[in-house]
């Protein structure tokens, strides 16, 4: 017989004395009556590993129970349907979050496993997603992306309202301009590299558009009307980055309510923002590409719209 038989021999006897009792000792109640029994009662090298659960619905453990100082053993949680383990926690401190968790007995532990409701979100635990942000006319987001002006698309789903100020865009001295603004009313307004500014006719107060500026293509998408802006006849990068509701910090904003934006360099999507609410409550936009939250970064401020 092994001493670790002899151990849990020597445990089972000293219950049944205690207890009065010949019966056989199910293997999950060891760990209670073992605590039962008066201090003196248990071999030397015997620890007692006991496992909870919390909540005690959402998942079960297995594993515990007794082990020989200096043996290594694996307790295990497992999630109920439609909920995910944290992790263990001891003394109200996570210890790991492997749901099979191996280590090595040296003292008695009392270790619960946690569980948690599975997250089915796109944004992190603690945003909330809302169908858009209302901008006002001193706001700005920098995405930090610099325009290529042989590879960037910028995407936009906006619904404007009766003001004059910038959409999106870049102003960089050394590489030229990129941006689309509202310059009054009834007039959408871009400027593509150095060329001069180009107005259009175009009432978009309070409608909801889809702008798709593509510079791989040249062509300049606001709804159902469709610009030709032309292609740079080399690949040329701005030293400075892309900015949503601005164009630079002595503009304006355009006043809008801003459901989505996603930049492209070539094919590959490297922004794309959602409208939300951080774990503090700011409004913003959340870029589910670098995993970021992005706030206004001027006097203004941005309106929560209804949470999706």
Same mark, same amino acid.
């Given at each position: 017989?092994?001493?670790q /038989?002899e151990?849990?021999?020597?445990?089972?006897?000293?219950?049944? =004395?205690k207890?009065?009792?010949t019966?056989?000792?199910?293997a999950?109640?060891?760990?209670?009556?073992?605590?039962?029994i008066?201090?003196? $009662?248990?071999?030397?090298?015997?620890?007692?590993?006991?496992? =909870?659960?919390?909540?005690?619905?959402?998942?079960?453990?297995?594993?515990?129970?007794?082990?020989?100082?200096g043996?290594?053993?694996? #307790?295990?949680?497992?999630?109920?349907?439609?909920? /995910?383990?944290?992790?263990?926690?001891?003394?109200?401190k996570?210890v790991?979050?492997?749901?099979?968790?191996?280590f090595?007995v040296?003292?008695?532990?009392?270790?619960?496993?946690?569980?948690?409701?599975?997250w089915?979100?796109?944004?992190?635990r603690?945003y909330?997603?809302?169908?858009?942000?209302?901008?006002?006319?001193?706001?700005? #987001?920098?995405?930090?992306?610099?325009?290529?002006f042989?590879?960037?698309?910028?995407?936009m789903?906006?619904?404007f309202?009766?003001s004059?100020?910038? #959409?999106?865009g870049?102003a960089?001295?050394?590489?030229?301009?990129?941006?689309?603004?509202?310059?009054?009313?009834?007039?959408?307004?871009?400027?593509?590299?150095?060329?001069?500014l180009?107005?259009?006719?175009?009432?978009?107060?309070?409608?909801?558009?889809?702008?798709?500026?593509?510079?791989?293509?040249?062509?300049l998408?606001?709804?159902s009307?469709?610009?030709?802006? $032309?292609?740079?006849?080399?690949?040329?990068v701005?030293s400075?980055?892309?900015?949503?509701?601005?164009?630079?910090?002595?503009g304006y904003?355009?006043k809008?309510?801003?459901y989505?934006? /996603?930049?492209?360099?070539g094919d590959?999507?490297?922004?794309?923002? #959602?409208p939300?609410?951080d774990p503090? $409550?700011?409004?913003?936009?959340?870029?589910?590409?670098?995993?970021k939250?992005?706030?206004?970064?001027?006097?203004?401020?941005?309106?929560? $719209?209804?949470?999706?």
């Open positions: 017989m092994s001493t /038989q151990n849990l021999t020597a445990i089972a006897d000293a219950i049944r =004395e207890d009065g009792t019966a056989p000792i199910p999950n109640e060891f760990p209670a009556r073992i605590r039962a008066e201090t003196g $009662g248990l071999p030397d090298d015997i620890r007692i590993i006991t496992l =909870e659960t919390a909540p005690p619905e959402f998942g079960s453990v297995s594993g515990g129970g007794t082990a020989s100082v043996m290594v053993i694996t #307790v295990k949680a497992v999630p109920e349907g439609g909920y /995910q383990f944290e992790g263990w926690k001891e003394d109200d996570i790991s979050t492997d749901a099979g968790y191996m090595t040296e003292n008695d532990r009392i270790l619960t496993a946690v569980f948690d409701e599975t089915t979100g796109r944004l992190p603690g909330i997603e809302l169908e858009y942000i209302r901008v006002d006319s001193y706001c700005q #987001v920098d995405t930090g992306v610099p325009v290529n042989k590879k960037t698309r910028v995407v789903d906006a619904l309202a009766e004059i100020g910038n #959409v999106f870049v960089d001295s050394g590489a030229g301009y990129f941006f689309i603004s509202r310059n009054s009313l009834t007039t959408i307004s871009y400027r593509w590299l150095t060329g001069s180009v107005n259009k006719n175009m009432n978009l107060t309070n409608a909801r558009v889809l702008i798709d500026w593509n510079v791989v293509t040249g062509t998408k606001i709804g009307s469709s610009y030709n802006t $032309g292609v740079a006849s080399s690949e040329i701005s400075k980055s892309i900015k949503l509701l601005s164009l630079e910090k002595t904003s355009a809008m309510d801003l989505s934006c /996603q930049i492209y360099e590959t999507i490297v922004r794309d923002f #959602v939300c609410t503090d $409550g700011a409004v913003g936009l959340y870029d589910l590409v670098g995993k939250f992005f706030g206004n970064e001027w006097s203004g401020r941005f309106t929560a $719209g209804p949470v999706i």
